[in-house]
């Protein structure tokens, strides 16, 4: 069982940024985040594994960057340029593998934080 710790989230303005940081209790494979807006399905935002890989969503490309910090098994994602379709519940997802993508994530993953709200305005 892997825990998850998230941090991060609040309400800002169109075109300002947030950074979301999520800590796992193990060393898995695949770190990432998907979001959910109410009524609606997940979406895969971005991944990263363990050698470096990374996937993101066509609707956040160049504004969001992920990465990792192996030694503390974190996860960040540095959101730039916020619009307000970006709005959501925003959750750390891991998976120990083989696949890492936000869309694998978003479906399969069995280890979610309880998410952190992003608001953008």
């Known amino acids: 069982h892997v825990q998850l710790v998230e941090s991060g989230g609040g309400s800002v303005a169109a075109g300002e940024s947030l950074r979301l940081s999520c800590v796992a209790s193990?060393?898995?494979?695949?770190m990432g985040w998907f979001r959910q807006v109410p009524g609606k399905g997940r979406e895969g935002v971005a991944t990263?594994?363990?050698?470096?890989?990374?996937d993101s969503a066509d609707s956040v490309m160049g504004r969001f960057r992920i990465s990792k910090d192996n030694a503390k098994n974190t996860v960040y994602l540095q959101m730039d340029s916020l619009k307000p379709e970006d709005t959501a519940m925003y959750y750390c997802?891991?998976?120990?593998?083989?696949?890492?993508?936000?869309?694998?994530?978003?479906?399969?993953?069995?280890?979610r934080g309880q998410g952190t709200q992003v608001t953008v305005s």
């Open positions: 997802a891991v998976d120990f593998g083989p696949y890492c993508s936000g869309s694998y994530l978003a479906r399969r993953s069995n280890f």
């Open positions: 990263i594994a363990n050698d470096g890989t990374t």
């Open positions: 193990a060393n898995v494979y695949c």
